[in-house]
């Protein structure tokens, strides 16, 4: 019983450690962008959608590639900050 107790707890670590992170700062020279992955990952709920086909790993993106995948997305679904000064904060 003792071993199923902490194979289960031991499971639940894991699931935990595996998730992304919630915040992340991406750093720009116009103000820093902090992005809640947990929040867009429960309005998404599909990681294809930035993170492509395949397993989803940490993302490589640069102004042009983040404009386009997140500010796209924002104006698509009507949803989200789309001007400079709502995402980028000095």
């Known amino acids: 019983?003792?071993?199923i107790i902490a194979a289960a707890?031991?499971?639940l670590f894991c699931l935990g450690t595996a998730q992304a992170a919630d915040d992340i700062t991406l750093p720009a020279k116009n103000g820093n962008v902090?992005?809640?992955h947990k929040k867009h990952q429960e309005s998404l709920k599909d990681c294809k959608v930035c993170h492509g086909e395949?397993?989803?790993g940490k993302l490589t993106l640069d102004k042009d590639s983040a404009h386009?995948?997140?500010k796209g997305c924002h104006e698509t679904k009507k949803a989200g900050p789309t001007r400079c000064g709502e995402c980028h904060k000095k």
Request: charged share 20%; with cysteine.
């Open 54 to 56: 395949g397993t989803p």
């Open 34 to 36: 902090t992005f809640t």
């Open 1 to 3: 019983m003792k071993k």
């Open 68 to 70: 386009k995948l997140c």
């Open 9 to 11: 707890a031991l499971s």
